[in-house]
C-alpha cells in the first residue's frame, strides 16, 4: 500500500483556482469548520501565528475527512522543522523567504528520502505512515509531497526565473506584505508598483508550468485569479473573528 494520495497536488495541475483559508488561532474546531464551510485548501501557520509541531498535527487530524486539503506553512526554511511536519503527515508545505534557487534546491532536498535528499527516516513513529501501517510509505511517499516555495524579497523576484527551474518546485506563493515592506512601502499591498510587481510575477511562474498562490482579501482576490493565480487564499480565521466582534460591538457604540 502506497503513501496517500495528494489530492491538493492533484488539484493544482487542473489549473482551476482553489480557494483557501489561513488558520491562526491553532484551534482543531476552527480548522474542522473551516474545512466544512467548503474551502479546497487550508494552511496551518507557524510563521506568524502561535501554532507549533502539535498543534499543526492537531487541526491536520480535524481537516482530514472535511473535503479540505491542509499545507502546513513552516516558521522558516530548516530541513529539521519540514521533517517533523512530514513525519506528522504533512504532505504541503509552504516555505517561506525563500529567495534563491539554491535555497529551493535545499527545500526539495528536504522533503526527499536518500538517495534523493535528506529527509531523515523515522515515519514509523508518526502519522504520516499511519505508524507504520502503510507497508510502501518509503518508496512512496516523493511523490505525494507538494513543495510551495515562497516568494516575498526584491532579491527573491530577481531569482525568480532560476527558482522556478529548480525541479520540485511545485510552485511558488507571492507574500504581498513582506514584497512591499523590502520595496520600501510598508503596508501598501496594493500601492501600483507592488501590483506590477506581482503581476509580471504571477505570468512568469504560469508560464514557466508552475502554479502561482497569494492571500488577498475576498473581495480583490478575482483580479489574481484573473491574471493566472490558482491557489489564493482570501481570508483568515484570526482577522475574520476579530473584525466580526469589533462589527457587533459598533452597533451598540
Not at 521533517?83 to 509552504?94: P, R, S, T, V
Amino acid at each position: 500500500m502506497p503513501a496517500p494520495i495528494n489530492r491538493f497536488k492533484q488539484a493544482l495541475k487542473s489549473g482551476d483556482p482553489l480557494i483557501g483559508f489561513w488558520l491562526g488561532l491553532t484551534s482543531p474546531a476552527v480548522a474542522e469548520m473551516a474545512g466544512r464551510a467548503g474551502y479546497d485548501w487550508l494552511l496551518i501557520d507557524n510563521e506568524h501565528g502561535p501554532n507549533d509541531l502539535q498543534s499543526s498535527l492537531a487541526q491536520m487530524q480535524a481537516i482530514d475527512g472535511t473535503g479540505a486539503e491542509a499545507m502546513v506553512r513552516v516558521p522558516q526554511a530548516e530541513a529539521w522543522m519540514i521533517k517533523q511536519m512530514l513525519d506528522a503527515g504533512a504532505q504541503n508545505l509552504l516555505i517561506p523567504m525563500i529567495d534563491t534557487a539554491a535555497q529551493a534546491a535545499d527545500m526539495v532536498r528536504a522533503v526527499r528520502y536518500p538517495p534523493h535528499g535528506i529527509r531523515g527516516v523515522g515515519a514509523a513513529l508518526g502519522r504520516a505512515s499511519r505508524w507504520n501501517t502503510i507497508p510502501d510509505y518509503l518508496t512512496t511517499a516523493n511523490d505525494q509531497i507538494c513543495v510551495i516555495v515562497q516568494v516575498e524579497t526584491r532579491a527573491a523576484i530577481a531569482n525568480l526565473p532560476e527558482i522556478l527551474a529548480v525541479e520540485g518546485v511545485d510552485g511558488v506563493f507571492i507574500g504581498p506584505a513582506d514584497l512591499s515592506a523590502d520595496m520600501g512601502l510598508l503596508g501598501q499591498l496594493d500601492a501600483p508598483v507592488v501590483i506590477t510587481v506581482i503581476e509580471d510575477a504571477m505570468r512568469l511562474i504560469r508560464a514557466a508550468g508552475k502554479s502561482a498562490g497569494i492571500i488577498w482579501g475576498a473581495e480583490d482576490a478575482q483580479r489574481w485569479i484573473d491574471i493566472g493565480a490558482n491557489f489564493v487564499a482570501i481570508g483568515g480565521d484570526a482577522p475574520m473573528l476579530a473584525g466580526a466582534m469589533a462589527a457587533a460591538r459598533k452597533r451598540f457604540a
